[in-house]
């Protein structure tokens, strides 16, 4: 049964890859345009920038004044890709010391606790509630199941029928809905550096003293 | 549409008109405006909400229709709907919505009625999606069969008909030259300050707000004024001079492409080094950054703000200020095409410095500040008039608080704007262009 269940796994993460690069494809078959307009800003600094400085709270107005929202977003996410690191160690299987198990087990819960939390706030406020689709509900109650199921495995590796199970259903999910943002994100915040860089916004440059 | 709802509207009367064949337009037109950067974006919105309250139609009316996420999820939905596979097989559960005639109207009435594509909401995206940019995607597609709202599509007609977007005849700008010529000469008492008019070879080729020549020809002084203090060579194009582009506004890149073109051909035309910018936002976003992707052309010749050009001669010491002559408090606008989405940040701080003695910054400023609300093709929507004075509240605060006496604007849309909440709001300001401010403090 559990290799019959670890070989769903790898094909449901085989599945997510294939159907994202898919995805992928096709967003570059609407075609690149070149850019033609002479920057004056540097698109390095604008890259660097996008991934720094212009993510953090005190420097983005919506993080600043959402910062629990922010601080959730932030232990999420990280807790996600620890998890999704996790099946691997499950699946091969690795040995992990235990000051790494302690670490993985605090972002872990942390993560599931700020899943929920976010998961509350989108359906308690009102136009949260209005903007979400369906999509947006599922998608965190999967991952939240996922994580869950990560952190108690750490301490009952016997639930690890249930846990492949979830890591199956989610792998297969990760292309069709939202979840496929943690994929572009990278590639958004890349976007978002060469376009504010180019033009010298973000970083601003201070080209009078300089010339 | 929520506003001034008449069923004898020819407007409305034209959306109920849509064909099958004019949405199959739309979306054509649509697909075409996608490249893979928007493709992407598309994909990427996670209802997050964390843009509702930067956005000035959020913060004043609250609804849902006003937030960025909500305006963006009509056109991902319609993204979703026909070129994604998900969209497809499961619309409801990703949120996928239909092009129909209703779709149509809200995309109206949200993209072109709530947003003055100010880029407030891309800054603070969780993600970094270019919101505005991608709700002008859309508007292209309306552009494509006719439903642009009709008072920003008249100042597109009357751009490429006439030549800049006022109608102003070509006797009438060269009356005005002449005129504003003389009344400089008067002013520094020097019968050598002169209005250069095609003149060849000319390093800097200066362009203006159509509005200028019509309302504010004391704004074409004093940059006048600061060239002839400078002893730069400089011209005015008798024929092509508007720097206004509303198509960006409406979305229609190809008539954008027109209009930015003849101040291509004139800089060549006459020889000259530097196509200088007047204090117009989206004059500069659009000739600046947009116009070479219009026309799929690299210029060849710099492109600058008036602002970075003065801020120069200041630097280089071709003109000296002193801003005991500007005593009053001043604080300083930032329009969004031009800061935001522009990156002239501290030029204009540069020049208030040396010309003025009480300088105030608005809280937020620079990149953060807010959208006085008149962008995006807000002026010329009659429609939506209601709303753009009431989102301009927050402006209005804004000024309120620093407590200043003048408001330094560089752009003359924002300055339309500005003297409407003025009047509006009773705020009790003067409002002036950053080169007013420096030509008042000219020494000579
Ligand atoms: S571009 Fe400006 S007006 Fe439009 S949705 Fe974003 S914040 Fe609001
Ligand atoms: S902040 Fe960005 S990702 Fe979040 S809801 Fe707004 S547009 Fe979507």
Redesign the interface.
Known sequence: MQTVLKSGVLISMVFSAVTLTI?VL?????????????P??DIKKGITY?FTK?MMPWE????G??LP??IC?MFYHTGIFLALFYIFVVIIPITLPDIAILIFQVFCLSAFVSGIVLLIK?LL?P??R???????I?ANIIVDIYLVLAFVHTFFPGITTYFYLTAIIMFAYIP???I??CF??F???I??GI??GR????P??????E? | MNEKKDSKDPFDEQIEQLTPDDLQKALQVF?QK????????L????????????CHYYLTYKD?QS?P??KL?LVIGVFKKYFSF?GKA?P????AKTLDKDMVKEWIDSLFGRCSLCGRCA????????IPYLIRTARSALAAIGLVPPGLQSTVNTAIEKGNNMGIAKEDWLETVEWVEEELQDDIDDRNAVLPLDKKGAKYFYTINPREAMFFPLSIQAVGKIFHAAGESWTFSSDNYDVTNYGLYNGDDEAAGIMSDRLVRSMKELGCNTLVLAECGHGFNSN??????W?????GFEVRSIL?VV??FI?DGKIKLDPAKNQDLITLHDPCNL?????I???QR?ILKHAAANFIEMI?N???NFCCGGGGGQLSMTRFSERRLKVGKIKSDQIQKTGAKIVASPCHNCIDQLMELNKHYKLNVQIKTVCEIAADALVI
């Open positions: 995805l096709k967003t570059f078959s609407f075609g690149k345009k070149k850019l033609y307009a002479e004056t800003g996008a212009g983005k107005e919506s993080a004044s959402h929202t922010y977003g989108r406020t136009y949260m209005e903007l979400s689709c369906p999509d947006d599922a069709l809905g939202k496929r943002h572009f994100f590639y958004i915040r976007l978002f376009f504010y033009r010298g916004v973000f601003t440059r201070s080209k009078i003293d010339t | 697909e996608i490249d893979h950067k928007y493709a992407a974006h994909n990427s919105c996670v209802h997050c909400g964390l843009c509702a309250d930067v849902l937030i996420a909500y999820s998900s499961i409801r559960w990703v949120g800054i603070n995206c969780s993600i970094g999606l270019n600046r950054w947009e116009a070479p992707e026309l799929s052309k690299k210029y970075e801020a120069g630097r800061v935001r989405l522009g990156g940040v501290e030029e540069y937020p620079r990149q953060k």
